[in-house]
Nanobody
């Protein structure tokens, strides 16, 4: 069983930056593909970014491409989401997820483990 714990959320002004972290335990982190998803109030969960087990393959939602960067440190069992040029529409609960498939699925049903999430609020 893999446990995922997110951190780094908070309140930031539009144009600012945040870095989210997701620490994994209880499994072989380097085998898992990892993804970041977000869910705003009244909206469905949406894919934000994903990385393969090695970090060699990444993908992004069009809405964050060029502003967000996903990375991972397998030695630290941690995946990161660097968020720059934040916009009010980025406000959501951000959750990380792990997939035994090893690749960054866009579909949330492809993921096996989920964290509890961290709130990101961007003020205008």
């Amino acid at each position: 069983q893999v446990q995922l714990v997110e951190s780094g959320g908070g309140l930031v002004q539009a144009g600012g930056s945040l870095r989210l972290s997701c620490a994994a335990s209880g499994g072989t982190f380097s085998r898992y593909g990892m993804g970041w998803f977000r869910q705003a109030p009244g909206k469905e969960r949406e894919f934000v970014a994903g990385t393969s087990w090695s970090g060699g393959v990444t993908n992004y939602a069009n809405s964050v491409k060029g502003r967000f960067t996903i990375s991972r440190d397998n030695a630290k069992n941690t995946v990161y989401l660097q968020m720059n040029s934040l916009k009010p529409e980025d406000t959501a609960v951000y959750s990380c997820a792990a997939t035994r498939g090893g690749v960054p699925y866009i579909d949330p049903t492809g993921y096996d483990y989920w964290g509890q999430g961290t709130q990101v609020t961007v003020s205008s």
